[in-house]
């Protein structure tokens, strides 16, 4: 435990007045609060148009937001907040660089890939620590992979899925042409979304993999070659209602729209995307997050950027309202009924004891609104509507040590 | 008084169609539709839908009954209403930006307005429209209160979960109680030795000592069958006599009734869907509740707390208030 690092001013001034009261627990009084934040330069896909601003910090920028949200209550309660960024090079040491970050805090923003992310949880520096995954949907990570020391608030996959076929089951379209590319979270989705067919009565028709290297995306005359290529490439599918496409390197998800060989509305990672934020939501408040990132980062707010804000806000949860001033405190805390974060989607969102992954709502959007929002009405469940969405109690492979 | 009565009485039938003069005038300010609607407390009939500027939400009754003043968010801006013409007749850009709420003191001189955008709470001269300070508070700054007596403004912050106790001579900050998740709106009691927060997401009221600034109770909401994450409790209400609060519970579609003495929730009334805020009839017999999702405005009647119909208004209708008889 490195409790230690964190400098108490207890007794230097005690909490003030308005604080006190039967009713409210008391926060700590003066703390310095270290949050971590540990990334890596990994590859980014091409953009689908070189005019297309390619954003490299994503995440970070969300989390240093959350810092100054956290701070806004902070400095009404003598506590302070501060992010240690560490962005591990596209071939640098991230053990190393773990070991330096957790050697100054156990509170840990991990914008990391399944497998760096379980590299940095195994270590024994890390035994101890809160590590909030605020990137990787992978499902393995909430159940076999399962650690004690880390939290998801990035949905998974199979809430992703659910969350989508929900909708589709909603419209009764029943049909889906399954097209998916052939990186490793393609696969992870496409099962997922075969999971969830079963789960609320959708049929997968075929599944097709694409392979379609995008090239070099500049070329004069491109969209005649893709013009071609998609209807070829989607030909003679059995009857479906819609085509439900797992593309999560972009290699081809954004061409199917418009071209596919018959007319059917695109779903999954483009199209209708299924996510936890996107640029333009505005509902609950949203847009207040929206143009405060907007005012001080001056570019939209992604997905990755919320989940690293989240991230932050779960922490300056736990250490306002805990009324604790240690590492077990506030894990405790946070897995307690008590605890609720608030992440503009309409309800207070909590951590699922089985597998810590965080409850909640996820938007479908298209490219310009939002088309609904899922759990959807009607899917019903004895004690979180949200529990509907990804891998519920009684089907968890997760095991975590009492 | 027979003899204005009479005069009154035959000046409406000369003008033939106007409403009752004797009726209230419910003002319902519609996110959505840019208006506010007027509707006549005795024919429950829309009067007049008044154009305002973008996204009006939050609104008062001037103590004088005479202004109807909106917070008009994404003009930065309020509207002012005259509440005998029923038209928008001036607008008071010092506001400062995204105003979602705004109280009014009790002498009427000053208004306090919450800019959500800026983390401020405006303080305002009313005569001049003028702003006289703004008082930097947490982020995402909602419910506006100000207490019977004039000497103290709450705040709250929705972001940040707190309530901002200022004092009104000084404008300074005088306690930040820390409440539930997202507070929305702060009312005094009557008496105004209490200061009642909702907290949303929270799903509680906070009830603060106005001496102490301690929160002395915390009320939660439960109806069977509705899942806990609905309870969100945003406008509250006490009846003339203090002795009953009425709390809108948003998504539940339920306002709650709370005997203010024993603390106990004595009711649940349903209403219209994602009921936000509330009004009190000037003669304390009806409660008037906004229904954002159904786009209409329930009448409760206060005796028998009975549901007793619903007025279609116009889009996302937000916040509530009524003008007296004959004011």
């Given at each position: 435990m490195r409790v230690s690092r964190f400098s108490w001013l207890l007794g230097l001034c005690a909490a003030s007045a308005a604080i006190a009261g039967p009713a409210s627990v008391h926060p700590p009084a003066k703390l310095n609060v270290e949050i971590g934040y540990l990334g890596r330069d990994y590859p980014n896909p091409l953009p689908i148009s070189l005019l297309e601003p390619v954003v490299t910090d994503q995440g970070l920028q969300g989390a240093r937001v959350g810092i100054s949200d956290n701070l806004a209550t902070g400095r009404f309660l003598g506590q302070s907040y501060h992010l240690d960024e560490k962005i591990t090079a596209r071939d640098g040491d991230i053990i190393a660089d773990a070991k330096q970050l957790l050697e100054k805090t156990q509170l840990v923003v991990a914008d990391l890939t399944p497998e760096d992310l379980l590299r940095v949880a195994d270590l024994p520096e890390a035994k101890n620590a809160i590590i909030i995954n605020a990137r990787a949907s992978n499902d393995e990570l909430r159940g076999k992979d399962c650690r004690r020391n880390v939290f998801h608030v990035a949905p998974s996959?199979?809430?992703?899925?659910?969350?989508?076929?929900?909708?589709?089951?909603?419209?009764?379209?029943?049909?889906?042409?399954?097209?998916?590319?052939?990186?490793?979270?393609?696969?992870?989705?496409?099962?997922?979304?075969?999971?969830?067919?079963?789960?609320?009565?959708?049929?997968?028709?075929?599944?097709?993999?694409?392979?379609?290297?995008?090239?070099?995306?500049?070329?004069?005359?491109?969209?005649?070659?893709?013009?071609?290529?998609?209807?070829?490439?989607?030909?003679?599918?059995?009857?479906?209602?819609?085509?439900?496409?797992?593309?999560?390197?972009?290699?081809?998800?954004?061409?199917?729209?418009?071209r596919t060989s018959l007319p059917k509305p695109i779903a999954g990672t483009q199209g209708l995307v299924s996510v936890a934020w996107g640029p333009l939501y505005e509902e609950y408040g949203g847009i207040q997050l929206q143009k405060r990132f907007r005012a001080k980062i001056k570019r939209p707010m992604t997905e990755r950027?919320?989940?690293?804000?989240?991230?932050?806000?779960?922490?300056?949860?736990?250490?306002?309202?805990?009324?604790?001033?240690?590492?077990?405190?506030?894990?405790?805390?946070?897995?307690?009924?008590?605890?609720?974060?608030?992440?503009?989607?309409?309800?207070?969102?909590?951590?699922?004891?089985?597998?810590?992954?965080?409850?909640?709502?996820?938007?479908?959007?298209?490219?310009?609104?939002?088309?609904?929002?899922?759990?959807?009405?009607?899917?019903?469940?004895?004690k979180y509507l949200t529990d509907t969405l990804g891998v519920d109690a009684p089907e968890t492979t997760c095991k975590l040590p009492g | 008084m027979a003899k204005t009565t009479t005069r009154l009485f035959v000046a409406s039938l000369m003008l033939g169609t106007a409403p009752s003069a004797f009726a209230d005038k419910i003002f319902v300010s519609n996110e959505r539709d840019n208006t506010v609607t007027v509707v006549d407390s005795d024919t429950l009939k829309v009067v007049k839908s008044i154009k305002t500027g973008k996204r009006p939400r939050g609104l008062v009754i001037t103590p004088d009954y005479k202004e109807v003043i909106v917070c008009i968010g994404d003009d930065n801006r309020l509207d002012v209403i005259d509440t005998e013409k029923l038209?928008?007749?001036?607008?008071?850009?010092?506001?400062?930006?995204?105003?979602?709420?705004?109280?009014?003191?009790?002498?009427?001189?000053?208004?306090?307005?919450?800019?959500?955008?800026?983390?401020?709470?405006?303080?305002?001269?009313?005569?001049?429209?003028?702003?006289?300070?703004?008082?930097?508070?947490?982020?995402?700054?909602?419910?506006?209160?100000?207490?019977?007596?004039?000497?103290?403004?709450?705040?709250?912050?929705?972001?940040?979960?707190?309530?901002?106790?200022?004092?009104?001579k000084s404008n300074?900050?005088?306690?930040?109680?820390?409440?539930?998740?997202?507070?929305?709106?702060?009312?005094?009691?009557?008496?105004?030795?209490?200061?009642?927060?909702?907290?949303?997401?929270?799903?509680?009221?906070?009830?603060?000592?106005?001496?102490?600034?301690?929160?002395?109770?915390?009320?939660?909401?439960?109806?069977?069958?509705?899942?806990?994450?609905?309870?969100?409790?945003?406008?509250?209400?006490?009846?003339?006599?203090?002795?009953?609060?009425?709390?809108?519970?948003?998504p539940a579609n339920r306002v709650a009734v709370v005997n203010t003495a024993t603390r106990k929730i004595e009711n649940y009334i349903l209403v219209g869907q994602r009921p936000w805020h509330l009004a009190l009839k000037p003669d304390g017999k009806k409660l008037y509740v906004a229904n954002g999702m159904t786009n209409d405005v329930t009448v409760i009647d206060i005796a028998s707390l009975k549901a007793e119909k619903s007025v279609p208004v116009g889009r996302l209708p937000w916040g509530v208030v009524v003008k007296p008889e004959a004011k």
């Open positions: 996959w199979s809430m992703r899925a659910d969350a989508l076929a929900q909708y589709l089951a909603w419209k009764r379209w029943k049909s889906w042409f399954l097209l998916r590319g052939n990186a490793k979270e393609d696969i992870e989705y496409a099962e997922a979304m075969k999971r969830a067919a079963k789960k609320f009565g959708g049929k997968i028709v075929e599944e097709r993999t694409i392979i379609f290297d995008p090239g070099n995306r500049n070329s004069e005359t491109g969209h005649q070659q893709i013009q071609t290529q998609i209807p070829m490439r989607t030909q003679n599918p059995p009857p479906h209602d819609i085509v439900v496409v797992a593309d999560t390197q972009d290699t081809f998800g954004e061409y199917l729209m418009w950027d919320y989940m690293a804000w989240l991230a932050v806000r779960v922490f300056g949860e736990a250490v306002t309202r805990s009324g604790k001033a240690d590492i077990a405190g506030w894990r405790t805390y946070i897995l307690s009924p008590q605890f609720g974060v608030a992440g503009f989607k309409g309800q207070a969102m909590s951590f699922r004891p089985w597998d810590r992954q965080l409850r909640q709502p996820i938007l479908l959007t298209g490219p310009r609104s939002l088309v609904s929002t899922s759990p959807q009405e009607g899917f019903l469940h004895p | 038209e928008v007749m001036k607008s008071y850009p010092a506001s400062g930006p995204d105003p979602e709420l705004l109280a009014v003191n009790h002498k009427g001189d000053r208004l306090y307005v919450a800019n959500e955008d800026d983390g401020l709470v405006t303080v305002m001269d009313r005569a001049t429209g003028n702003a006289i300070t703004q008082i930097p508070v947490g982020v995402e700054p909602e419910g506006m209160a100000v207490s019977p007596d004039d000497s103290l403004v709450v705040n709250t912050s929705e972001q940040t979960s707190m309530a901002h106790i200022i004092d009104a300074q900050v005088l306690a930040n109680l820390l409440v539930d998740t997202r507070p929305r709106e702060a009312t005094f009691t009557r008496d105004g030795g209490e200061v009642w927060v909702s907290a949303e997401v929270g799903g509680t009221v906070a009830i603060i000592d106005t001496k102490k600034f301690e929160i002395k109770q915390k009320l939660s909401f439960e109806v069977p069958g509705v899942r806990p994450e609905l309870m969100q409790p945003i406008g509250i209400r006490f009846t003339l006599d203090g002795k009953l609060a009425f709390i809108a519970l948003g």
